[in-house]
């Protein structure tokens, strides 16, 4: 089946610092990918909606300047988190579909654990 | 009240029972997905359904489009299934998932 990766699967940073997290499809494009964020015991919240070369949409409640999302090609998207604190730790979750096949799969990377200390 | 209902919250099952898994859903949708969490937060698709039943392995899921309802079925049930089992559906109109709050299953031995 369709794979995504995401890299790093885990990051510590200190506050203040910068975090890029990356979302890659690696055998098919993604034309739409999605961001979550899950706390612990907690389901997915959607952040955003990023589709291939054109700006994300962000869900209300998320800051589009905290949480900056860029789809610049059919097989990757990243988030930063701009100016990290520790209330953004959390477990981020990237998922991609292709849309051009018109079908609802929808793919889900593995995750990357923030931790902002 | 939440556009997508899951039920139990939390299930216990000992090796070896049939277990299912309930959803409901307030919403028009174009479909149906069962996801799986394991500790360690990886999410795997297991299925998705816009009609009737599909079948993996020990794995059944269920859909009644009429009555707004999917139910995801383990049979033989082990261990190893033991993980968050999240419903989710695809809007009718709209490109993105709604999400269950997640069912909590642990199979002792």
């Known amino acids: 089946g369709a794979v995504v990766s995401q890299h790093p699967s885990w990051v510590i940073c200190k506050s203040g610092t910068s975090v890029k997290i990356e979302c890659r499809s690696l055998?098919?494009?993604?034309?739409?990918m999605f961001w979550y964020r899950q706390f612990p015991k907690q389901s997915l919240m959607l952040m955003a909606t990023?589709?291939?070369?054109?700006?994300?949409?962000?869900e209300q409640g998320v800051e589009k300047d905290k949480f900056l999302i860029n789809h610049a090609s059919l097989t990757l998207s990243t988030l930063t988190v701009t100016s990290a604190h520790p209330e953004d730790s959390s477990f981020y979750i990237c998922?991609?579909?292709?849309?051009?096949?018109?079908?609802?799969?929808?793919?889900f990377g593995p995750g990357t654990r923030l931790t902002v200390t | 009240k939440n556009e997508v209902e899951q039920s139990p919250q939390n299930l216990t099952a000992q090796e070896g029972e049939f277990i299912t898994i309930n959803c409901s859903y307030s919403?028009?949708?174009?479909?149906l997905h069962w996801l799986q969490q394991h500790p360690g937060g990886g999410i795997v698709s297991l299925f998705m359904?816009?009609?009737g039943k599909k079948k993996h392995g020990r794995l059944i899921a269920t859909i009644n489009i009429q009555e707004k309802h999917s139910s995801l079925h383990i049979t033989a049930s082990h261990p190893r299934d033991s993980a968050v089992y999240i419903c989710?559906?695809?809007?009718?109109?709209?490109?993105?998932?709604?999400f269950g709050a997640g069912t909590i299953l642990r199979v002792k031995s």
């Open positions: 990023s589709n291939e070369g054109s700006k994300a949409t962000y």
């Open positions: 055998d098919f494009q993604a034309t739409t």
């Open positions: 919403v028009g949708i174009s479909a």
């Open positions: 998922s991609a579909r292709d849309l051009w096949t018109n079908n609802n799969e929808q793919y």
């Open positions: 989710a559906v695809d809007m009718e109109y709209g490109n993105k998932l709604v």
């Open positions: 359904l816009s009609s």
